[in-house]
Nanobody, 128 residues
Framework: QVHLVESGGGSVQAGRSLRLSCAVSGFTYGGYGSCVAWFRQAPGKEREPLAHIRGDDATYQDFIRGRFTISRDDDSNTVHLQMADLKPEDTAVYTC?????????????????????WGQGTQVNVTA
């Protein structure tokens, strides 16, 4: 059974950093056949994709490039999202998802993917 569990959310002041973690179990990821991504959903808005990692290839949406970094730690089966220079508009529930890199509706600059497994999310609040 696949489980994705996010952690690392919280309340921070604008300009500070946070590192979110997504612990993955029951899903064999690594190499080019598996994909893990981070999403967020702000109050009253639709869920939006942020960053995606396939093997060692990371892709970012333009609006977060340079501030957010996605990375894998294969020793702990964890995917991180390092967020820097946070802004109040970054306030949202952040969720990770995993899949087999099949074509789908969640689009990044270099492709659109389907994600089969989702975590419950972690709340990030950024105050001015």
């Amino acid at each position: 059974q696949v489980h994705l569990v996010e952690s690392g959310g919280g309340s921070v002041q604008a300009g500070r950093s946070l590192r979110l973690s997504c612990a993955v179990s029951g899903f064999t990821y690594g190499g080019y056949g598996s994909c893990v991504a981070w999403f967020r959903q702000a109050p009253g808005k639709e869920r939006e994709p942020l960053a995606h990692i396939r093997g060692d290839d990371a892709t970012y949406q333009d609006f977060i490039r340079g501030r957010f970094t996605i990375s894998r730690d294969d020793d702990s089966n964890t995917v991180h999202l390092q967020m820097a220079d946070l802004k109040p508009e970054d306030t949202a529930v952040y969720t990770c998802a995993a899949g087999w890199c099949s074509s789908g509706s969640w689009c990044f600059p270099r492709g659109c993917y389907e994600y089969n497994y989702w975590g419950q999310g972690t709340q990030v609040n950024v105050t001015a």
